[in-house]
């Protein structure tokens, strides 16, 4: 949906496009392409190229590229943002869509039963691999441990394996160079953080199965971590301006959830942190983009 809405926004203000897909999807790609074209748009206005990250950086490169919209890491759109920064001629626009530390806050007033359910899609729904799916979860220390015990207990029930099986409800990650980096933070994470949950998955395969680590503080998590692994953080009711201080010093601000019936709650926080879409007592993805 982020691949054809990039390029068809592109191709609607009068360009022509070059779509550079990830490396792991060509052939959905291909078939995107391949429907615009079906459906009138010129080959000599739209063009596919298919390779990995050394044939998107000589497109970035290139001359006679007049702007750039990219989806993927927050590393990558760096590269990209110094690359055009170092042509001559005019500015190259950069449009970027990464991911991020996406944090929920949950008080002693939200309805733990909704809680659950709603960290539970937000966080590993499509094995966790979404850029608006929730990394760092934190709850008031009052009734913390009903709801991680809650939350541990529904991740408890979700069933890793063949996503073409009915009952699946966890998929394979991307790849395994993305399976094996969650492994190793899953890894550290059993040294650094108390765990609270680890979930079982198929040996063979991309397969990661869900984690729930509790932190002592929200520093403890630098980078975002792109699969099903949840990080947990206690606040004090009173320090609820500590809680949004971490979440706008983290430096990303793609989505925020709250889970709270305190209005004020509510209106401190949003007015606080500069966020892309605020969830209220739901889930954190799935928006439906206007």
């Not at 009952?167 to 790849?175: R, S, Y």
């Not at 059993?190 to 520093?219: C, N, Q, S, W």
Request: charged share 20%; glycine share 10%.
């Amino acid at each position: 949906a982020i691949f054809t809405g990039q390029v068809a926004a592109c191709l609607m203000a009068g360009n022509a496009v070059i779509a550079k897909p990830a490396e792991q999807t060509p052939r959905i790609a291909a078939e995107a392409v391949a429907l615009l074209h079906d459906a009138g748009i010129a080959p000599a206005a739209l063009h596919l190229v298919q390779g990995d990250g050394k044939i998107g950086a000589a497109l970035t490169a290139h001359p006679g590229i007049a702007g750039v919209v990219f989806t993927g890491s927050t590393e990558v759109a760096r590269a990209i943002n110094r690359a055009l920064a170092a042509k001559d001629g005019p500015i190259v626009p950069l449009i970027a869509e990464t991911g991020g530390i996406n944090a929920m806050i949950a008080d002693a007033t939200a309805l733990p039963e909704q809680v659950a359910d709603d960290v539970i899609t937000s966080a590993f729904r499509s094995a966790g691999q979404r850029c608006s799916a929730l990394r760092l979860l934190f709850v008031q220390d009052d009734v913390a441990d009903r709801m991680i015990d809650m939350i541990a207990g529904a991740a408890r029930e979700l069933k890793v394996g063949d996503p073409r099986d009915i009952a699946t409800q966890i998929g394979p990650v991307i790849d395994t160079e993305a399976k094996a980096r969650l492994d190793a933070h899953i890894a550290k994470m059993k040294t650094h953080a108390r765990l609270r949950f680890a979930g079982e998955a198929p040996a063979h395969g991309t397969y990661v199965a869900p984690h729930i680590f509790e932190l002592e503080r929200a520093d403890d998590l630098t980078e975002e971590v792109f699969g099903p692994i949840l990080h947990v953080v206690r606040y004090d009711a009173a320090r609820l301006d500590g809680v949004l201080q971490s979440i706008a010093g983290s430096g990303y601000g793609l989505t925020l959830g709250i889970h709270s019936r305190i209005d004020d709650t509510v209106e401190a926080a949003t007015a606080r942190l500069a966020v892309g879409n605020v969830y209220v007592n739901r889930n954190m993805i799935g928006a439906v983009v206007g």
